[in-house]
Structures are given as structure tokens and as C-alpha cells.
């Protein structure tokens, strides 16, 4: 790795941050958000569709009919399509996939390149530290969630999260949908050792389909061909017909039904973690 090159990204990165903290903390709200975020440059959206070509590339076969690379050039596929997302989260994966398999065939000048898009993540999250050092906690929340889409992977830009909300007051359980915060109207809570969530905002987070049956009191949702149908109060679910047990039954929580988080995002296959410090639920797509 040319560890000039990226000292030197890591710098002119560092100064367009902190002028976008600086904009941020002039105003309020959400044009505070706006501003800093413009002022930052950092790509804020999720190519999904790249993002899940990106992600099958663990499996050659499937890299091989995406990208074409097949035979001992394969890799300059790889090198095409992550110039089109090298500001997107699926940038760190090509990255990383390039580093590890076709290290050899990479020049010193690609490498350098490639390990500051894999690393681009950790260069924002050091920016965010010397933010909350300096005070500017709310600063430091705005560059953290830069952090996490430009790698929403990586579990320990969660924990650095919300150790900032922690401290900005804001505590009980964070959820996050393949990188961002979906809105809710009850808060995520914890019963019985499982966490539940509002069924329709991890639903509509996860594009799926969602409907509720008032006269059986039941809800069901749709995703990629597969049904998940739960009964209020039930520990009895359905998966695609297939009668599954619960720890916990759906409930309906100020008049929101929740749902255990992980059973549903599992049932949709979705991956979902849970970051115990800071009580963060991570959700995103296989």
C-alpha cells in the first residue's frame, strides 16, 4: 500500500469534512444535515442493484458471469465495475476482493487506490473522533454516518454511532436497515431477551410488501417470493406456508405491531446483527 497516497487522501478528506462540520454546526436541523453533507462530497446513496452484483462475487462462478472474469484477466472486470461504485458502499467490497485475490496483478499505484477505498470507512471514523474530542458531538454524528455507507458492513462504525447518540442523549435501541435509520413510530424494545421492532418499518426498509388482516389479527409480508405471516400475540408463525415457533409473539405496541426482529429479517434473508454495547440492531441484505 502507498501509505503517501493515502496519508495524503486522508488529508484532503479530513479538511473537506471538517468544512462540512463547520457548515453543519451554523445551522439547525435538517439543512444542517444538507449542508454538511454537500460540503463533505461523500456519496451518501446505496446502489442497490450494484451493490447486490457486488456482493455474489464471493462466489466465483457468479463473478465469472457478472463481470466476465474468467481465465487470468478476470480481474480487470473487477476493475471496471468498481470505478462506477467506488463512492458506494459495494466499493469496499470490490475492493477487498481485489486485494485479496488479484494482489499480484495489481500495480503499486491501483493497490494504494484500492486500500483508500477499503479503508475509507476508517478514514472518516478518525475524522468523526477528532470531531467529538474537540466537542462537536452532533459534528461527529454526521461524518460517523458517512462512515458506515461507505462500508455498512463493518459493525464497529455502528458501535462508534452510538456511542455518539449515547452521549447526545439519545439511548435504547438503534436499528439500522442496510446503513440507514429507518423512521419509526415506537422505538425498538427489548422483551423477554428478544428484541422486537415495528414490523411495517423494517418491512418497507427491506422493500417488501406488507398486510395486515383485522379480522384474524394478523399481519403478512412479501419479499422476493417469500411470505412470513404472524398472529398477534401468537408464538405460532408461517414461513412460505411452513409452521415456525417463537420465542416471542408479535404484539401491537402503541398501536404499532412489532415483530422479533431477527425472525423476520432472517425469514427474508436478511443478515442481522446485534451490537450489545451500544444495543444496536444491524440489519442488511444478503
Same mark, same amino acid.
Given at each position: ?58 462466489? &466465483? ?20 465495475? $468498481? ?19 488479484? &494482489? ?50 463493518? $459493525? ?9 447518540? &449515547? ?40 422493500? +417488501?410488501?406488507? +398486510? ?8 403478512? @409480508? ?9 398472529? $398477534? ?6 414461513? &412460505? ?8 409473539? +408479535?404484539? $401491537? ?7 422479533? @426482529? ?9 443478515? @442481522? ?14
Amino acid at each position: 500500500m502507498n501509505k503517501v497516497l493515502l496519508a495524503t487522501a486522508s488529508g484532503v478528506l479530513a479538511t473537506s469534512l471538517f468544512a462540512g462540520a463547520a457548515l453543519a454546526k451554523s445551522d439547525n436541523g435538517n439543512g444542517a444535515e444538507k449542508k454538511a453533507e454537500a460540503a463533505v462530497k461523500v456519496e451518501a446513496s446505496v446502489d442497490t442493484k450494484a451493490n447486490k452484483n457486488v456482493e455474489k462475487t464471493s462466489q &466465483d462462478t457468479v463473478t465469472d458471469n457478472t463481470y466476465g472474469s474468467t481465465g487470468h484477466q478476470g480481474y480487470k472486470g473487477l476493475l471496471n465495475a $468498481i470505478e462506477n461504485v467506488k463512492d458506494k458502499p459495494a466499493g469496499a467490497v470490490i475492493a477487498d476482493l481485489l486485494l485479496t485475490k488479484y &494482489d499480484g496483478r495489481l500495480t503499486a499505484e491501483q493497490k494504494a487506490e484500492l486500500e483508500a477505498i477499503k479503508e475509507k470507512d476508517e478514514a472518516l471514523s478518525a475524522v468523526a473522533d477528532l470531531l467529538e474530542q474537540q466537542g462537536s458531538v452532533t459534528d461527529a454524528v454526521y461524518v460517523q454516518k458517512d462512515a458506515i455507507k461507505a462500508n455498512i458492513k463493518n $459493525i464497529n462504525s455502528y458501535k462508534k454511532l452510538g456511542k455518539l447518540y &449515547d452521549k447526545l442523549g439519545k439511548k435504547g435501541v438503534k436499528l439500522y436497515v442496510n446503513g440507514e435509520e429507518p423512521s419509526f413510530e415506537v422505538a425498538p424494545f427489548i422483551r423477554d431477551g428478544n428484541t422486537l421492532v415495528p414490523f411495517r418499518a423494517i418491512s418497507e426498509a427491506l422493500k +417488501a410488501d406488507v +398486510a395486515w388482516n383485522e379480522e384474524e389479527r394478523s399481519v403478512t @409480508v412479501t419479499r422476493d417470493g417469500i411470505s412470513v405471516k404472524l398472529y $398477534i400475540g401468537s408464538t405460532t408463525a408461517y414461513v &412460505d406456508g411452513k409452521e415456525v415457533t417463537l420465542e416471542v409473539p +408479535a404484539a $401491537i405496541a402503541d398501536g404499532s405491531t412489532v415483530v422479533p @426482529v431477527r425472525f423476520v429479517s432472517e425469514a427474508l434473508k436478511a443478515a @442481522v446483527n446485534w451490537e450489545p454495547e451500544t444495543s444496536s440492531v444491524i440489519i442488511n441484505e444478503e
